[in-house]
């Protein structure tokens, strides 16, 4: 049974500074991951998806990683501002389609 | 281009009742997700239908149901509600057949179940 685990469950870092959220899998079998925000009581919003042949994936500021052969991925944010203050979620595929979540970061970010 | 949107946007029940949520897929996307998300947790898979039929299914029981139209769009039915249902529902849709598979979240839905 694949099971995503994300650490650090809270991050509080003030405006400007770089910062990294983890994320590992137990089973390294996945077709691809996904990384999402949500901000409170809302939906979700898809941020990078890394494909299983791939390695990275990057989007303005934000840079994700892959490492399927350790099971870790990394969202890496770069120059953080308020706007980012939000839950960040990780999240795998098998193949089914079914994304299997982690329970989240969640990132507040200090004026 | 709209993207998935849901229906209602909240909700509030009592116990033992039955409710419908309502699901609107992204234009294009054939194949829609549900997801139950309990306060501080991570989104747990509900089931999948994709060309009017439940594809996948995750561990709930069976007071959890769901139906896909023609026009793809989705409902799902929950019935002899308890207080742990409880929680934002959230419908993903995507396009079967596409090699990565992106999923688009909707907005998701607050139940209440008191």
């Known amino acids: 049974k694949q099971e995503v685990t994300q650490i650090p469950a809270a991050l509080s870092v003030p405006e400007g500074e770089n910062l990294v959220l983890n994320c590992s899998f137990t089973?390294?079998?996945?077709?691809?991951l996904q990384w999402f925000r949500q901000d409170p009581g809302k939906g979700l919003t898809s941020l990078l998806l890394?494909?299983?042949?791939?390695r990275e994936q990057t989007s303005g500021r934000l840079n994700a990683s892959l490492d399927k052969s350790s099971g870790r991925s990394t969202l890496y944010i770069a120059a953080s501002q308020p706007g980012d203050s939000a839950t960040y979620l990780c999240a795998v595929t098998g193949g089914s389609e079914k994304l299997v979540f982690g329970k989240g970061t969640k990132l507040t970010v200090n004026p | 281009d709209a993207g998935v949107t849901q229906s209602p946007t909240h909700l509030i029940k009592t116990r033992g009742q039955q409710v419908t949520l309502r699901c609107s897929p992204k234009s294009g996307h054939d194949t829609v997700s549900w997801y139950q998300q309990a306060l501080g947790q991570g989104p747990q898979f509900i089931f999948q239908?994709?060309?009017?039929?439940?594809?996948q299914r995750g561990n709930f029981p069976d007071r959890f149901s769901g139906h896909q139209f023609p026009n793809y769009s989705s409902e799902l039915n929950v019935n002899a509600l308890l207080l742990g249902d409880s929680a934002l529902y959230l419908c993903?849709?995507?396009?079967?057949?596409?090699?990565?598979?992106?999923?688009?979240f909707g907005p998701g839905t607050r139940l209440t179940v008191l």
């Open positions: 993903a849709s995507s396009l079967a057949g596409v090699g990565y598979n992106e999923q688009f």
């Open positions: 089973d390294s079998a996945i077709y691809n």
């Open positions: 239908y994709y060309e009017e039929e439940e594809r």
């Open positions: 890394i494909q299983s042949s791939q």
